[in-house]
């Protein structure tokens, strides 16, 4: 039986990759077998892509380079990585998937967010995510939690009105897909936050 695919989302500093461990490590002790994985990198090829993506001058890329190199590095990932797995029935936790893209690039990169699903379309067929939990913080609380993480990569350093925009673009993402879409409130204990996600795939897990 194939896998589930379940992948995590959010703006910066939201510790969404805390996150990411505890719930592939819960679900191991209920005898999943679990990949837990993250973008952009997860394969040998697309860790050389994240290096190109998230390094560099701020102008390195140009808006549309960048989706498309995102678009890329996730073929490549869900080619190597992740369809096996799901294939062979592991479950699949990836750290950020294409909701980054559609985010990043699609709304506050100004893209457009159908014009990024477009894009990514290629990249991953109809290999859509079961569900994604978005992690989110009040207004005010992701930006605090931002200038006391070191944004110094390429994207992570970009203004606060682009985060601003991230956030935005997540929450109409999940609006106009609510059924694999759901925030997951990021504030409280690390052990909080985990049991919400669990919450949020219940129906998987039945
Ligand atoms: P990373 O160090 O993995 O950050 P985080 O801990 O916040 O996940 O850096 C990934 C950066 O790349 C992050 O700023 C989000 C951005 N990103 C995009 O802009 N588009 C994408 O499609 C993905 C996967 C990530």
Redesign the pocket.
């Known amino acids: 039986m194939r896998g589930k695919f379940i992948t995590l989302e959010g703006g ?2 939201v510790g ?2 805390t996150q990411a461990d505890a719930l592939a490590d819960t679900l191991r002790a209920r005898g999943i077998d679990v990949l837990a994985t ?3 990198g997860g394969s040998e090829g697309a860790e050389r892509i994240r290096d190109l ?2 390094w560099g001058a701020e102008d390195r890329w140009s808006i549309e380079a ?1 989706a498309l190199l ?1 678009a890329a590095a ?1 073929a490549d990932h869900l080619a190597k990585r992740i369809r096996p797995a799901l294939n062979s029935g592991q479950w699949v936790i990836c ?4 909701d ?2 559609l985010a ?2 699609g709304g506050a990169g100004g893209l457009g967010i159908d014009t990024v699903r477009t894009i990514n379309k290629l990249a991953i067929g109809d290999c859509l995510p079961d569900r994604t939990l978005v992690l989110a913080l009040a207004e005010g609380g992701a930006r605090a939690r931002v200038r006391d993480n070191d944004g110094s ?1 390429r ?2 350093g970009r203004p606060d009105g682009y985060h601003q925009s991230v956030d935005l673009a997540f929450r109409q993402i999940a609006a106009e897909e609510p059924s694999r879409v759901r925030i997951v409130d990021a504030s409280g204990s690390p052990a909080e936050v985990t049991q919400r996600l669990l919450a949020g795939i219940a129906d998987l897990l039945k």
């Open positions: 910066e500093g969404k990759s993250r973008e952009p993506l998230l960048e995102f996730r750290d950020r998937f294409i980054s893209s990043y690039q990569d994207i992570g």
